[in-house]
Protein backbone atom coordinates (compact mmCIF):
# COMPACT_ATOMS: atom_id res chain seq x y z
CA UNK A 1 0.00 0.00 0.00
CA UNK A 2 1.09 3.48 -0.33
CA UNK A 3 1.63 4.45 3.51
CA UNK A 4 2.66 0.62 5.48
CA UNK A 5 1.40 -2.56 4.37
CA UNK A 6 -1.65 -4.94 5.26
CA UNK A 7 -1.38 -8.64 6.21
CA UNK A 8 -3.66 -11.30 4.84
CA UNK A 9 -4.69 -14.90 6.29
CA UNK A 10 -7.58 -17.01 4.52
CA UNK A 11 -8.30 -20.44 5.94
CA UNK A 12 -9.35 -23.20 3.32
CA UNK A 13 -11.10 -26.21 2.83
CA UNK A 14 -8.29 -28.36 0.76
CA UNK A 15 -10.99 -31.03 0.07
CA UNK A 16 -13.05 -28.56 -1.78
CA UNK A 17 -10.34 -25.68 -2.04
CA UNK A 18 -13.37 -23.10 -0.30
CA UNK A 19 -12.18 -20.50 1.34
CA UNK A 20 -13.91 -20.35 4.44
CA UNK A 21 -12.92 -17.56 5.91
CA UNK A 22 -10.39 -14.72 5.83
CA UNK A 23 -8.87 -11.24 7.63
CA UNK A 24 -7.37 -8.42 6.49
CA UNK A 25 -5.36 -6.43 9.31
CA UNK A 26 -2.43 -3.90 9.53
CA UNK A 27 -0.77 -6.17 12.11
CA UNK A 28 -0.19 -10.13 11.20
CA UNK A 29 -0.62 -11.38 14.65
CA UNK A 30 -2.22 -14.08 16.12
CA UNK A 31 -5.25 -12.14 16.95
CA UNK A 32 -5.92 -12.03 13.56
CA UNK A 33 -5.34 -15.39 12.53
CA UNK A 34 -7.40 -16.09 15.38
CA UNK A 35 -10.47 -14.36 14.53
CA UNK A 36 -9.98 -15.79 10.79
CA UNK A 37 -10.31 -19.25 12.77
CA UNK A 38 -13.18 -18.56 14.65
CA UNK A 39 -15.31 -17.16 12.01
CA UNK A 40 -14.11 -21.03 9.58
CA UNK A 41 -14.70 -23.27 12.44
CA UNK A 42 -18.53 -21.43 12.68
CA UNK A 43 -19.22 -22.85 9.08
CA UNK A 44 -19.23 -26.61 10.89
CA UNK A 45 -16.56 -27.78 9.17
CA UNK A 46 -14.07 -28.99 11.47
CA UNK A 47 -10.66 -30.62 10.28
CA UNK A 48 -8.85 -33.66 11.18
CA UNK A 49 -5.32 -31.47 10.61
CA UNK A 50 -5.03 -27.58 9.94
CA UNK A 51 -1.70 -27.09 7.85
CA UNK A 52 0.05 -24.04 7.85
CA UNK A 53 3.35 -22.16 7.33
CA UNK A 54 5.99 -21.82 10.34
CA UNK A 55 5.03 -18.53 10.75
CA UNK A 56 5.37 -16.86 14.38
CA UNK A 57 1.48 -16.06 14.59
CA UNK A 58 1.21 -20.38 13.43
CA UNK A 59 3.55 -21.26 16.17
CA UNK A 60 2.71 -19.01 18.96
CA UNK A 61 1.10 -20.77 22.00
CA UNK A 62 -2.17 -19.50 21.87
CA UNK A 63 -2.69 -20.45 18.31
CA UNK A 64 -1.83 -24.11 18.57
CA UNK A 65 -3.53 -24.02 22.31
CA UNK A 66 -6.66 -22.95 20.09
CA UNK A 67 -6.29 -26.10 17.23
CA UNK A 68 -5.46 -28.46 19.28
CA UNK A 69 -8.84 -27.36 22.18
CA UNK A 70 -10.87 -27.73 18.99
CA UNK A 71 -9.48 -31.50 18.61
CA UNK A 72 -7.70 -30.28 15.78
CA UNK A 73 -4.29 -31.72 14.73
CA UNK A 74 -1.30 -29.22 13.94
CA UNK A 75 0.83 -29.56 10.87
CA UNK A 76 3.13 -27.01 9.42
CA UNK A 77 4.95 -26.87 6.30
CA UNK A 78 9.16 -27.52 5.83
CA UNK A 79 10.81 -24.47 5.91
CA UNK A 80 10.67 -23.36 1.89
CA UNK A 81 8.33 -25.99 1.08
CA UNK A 82 5.86 -24.14 -0.59
CA UNK A 83 4.39 -27.31 -2.30
CA UNK A 84 2.95 -28.32 1.09
CA UNK A 85 0.43 -26.11 1.11
CA UNK A 86 0.06 -25.94 -2.62
CA UNK A 87 -3.90 -24.98 -3.03
CA UNK A 88 -3.14 -21.91 -0.83
CA UNK A 89 0.04 -20.43 -2.01
CA UNK A 90 -2.31 -21.02 -5.73
CA UNK A 91 -5.16 -18.64 -4.01
CA UNK A 92 -2.54 -16.12 -3.44
CA UNK A 93 -1.32 -15.85 -6.64
CA UNK A 94 -4.11 -15.46 -8.05
CA UNK A 95 -5.20 -12.86 -5.33
CA UNK A 96 -1.76 -10.66 -6.58
CA UNK A 97 -2.57 -11.30 -10.35
CA UNK A 98 -5.98 -10.14 -10.02
CA UNK A 99 -6.39 -7.51 -6.86
CA UNK A 100 -3.04 -6.42 -6.17
CA UNK A 101 -0.36 -5.86 -8.97
CA UNK A 102 -2.73 -3.52 -11.11
CA UNK A 103 -3.53 -1.31 -8.46
CA UNK A 104 -2.84 0.93 -5.69
CA UNK A 105 -4.66 0.90 -2.41
CA UNK A 106 -5.19 4.10 0.38
CA UNK A 107 -6.43 2.18 2.94
CA UNK A 108 -7.14 -1.17 4.54
CA UNK A 109 -11.07 -0.85 4.23
CA UNK A 110 -10.36 0.28 0.55
CA UNK A 111 -8.22 -3.18 -0.03
CA UNK A 112 -11.05 -5.43 2.00
CA UNK A 113 -13.67 -4.27 -0.42
CA UNK A 114 -11.73 -5.44 -3.23
CA UNK A 115 -10.33 -8.71 -1.91
CA UNK A 116 -14.26 -9.45 -1.05
CA UNK A 117 -15.04 -8.91 -4.67
Known amino acids: ?41 QSGRRPKIFNTDQGSQFTSKKWTEEIESNGIRVSMDGKGRWMDNVFIERLWRSLKVEKTRLWSYESIPELKEHIDE
Open 1 to 41: MATGHAYLIAIMDWQTRAVLSWELSNTGDTEMCLRALAKAL
